[in-house]
């Protein structure tokens, strides 16, 4: 379901940048930047949750890297932010994009024109201080994905609050 998502995200990006920045092509990136989750969800493929957190350093040696290996390239860029819940981050999320902008205007690179950014989340950090504050910073460059399971009953019976009690509202 992701990679339809990325994909179909890819082909819009291509689309609305073909007729300025002909020969573009699209970049996905995912960071996953925590294990950590807010639900305890009854399906969830992470079966061994921690609160473990990605890096600012990790973060910055990989966007380095990519500046490296395509720096003469005609990308388009997305960049993915996952998690267990990846709001719980939202200020390392705002740190890593600070980086990326800083490298897009120092290495003169138009990928800081060209980048979109993806973001999918339970929603249950949604109104948080950081998170809104992410929201302001990335404004117009974000897609924002709350993940629900169908209607309520459904989405109640499976994601849960570690105290057992239903998260769709």
Known sequence: MKKLRAESYNNELERIYKWKYPNKKVI???FQVTEACTLACTYCYQHNKTPAVMSFETAKKFIDNLFVEYKD???????EFIGGEPLLQAKLIKQIMEYWYYKCITENLLWGKLTRVSLCSNGTEYFSEDAQELF?????TLSFTVSIDGNKELHDSARIH??????YD
């Open 162 to 167: 570690p105290d057992g009690k239903g998260s």
């Open 73 to 79: 390239t005609h990308y388009a860029v997305i960049l």
């Open 28 to 30: 996905s990136v995912t």
């Open 136 to 140: 302001k910073f990335l404004n117009n």
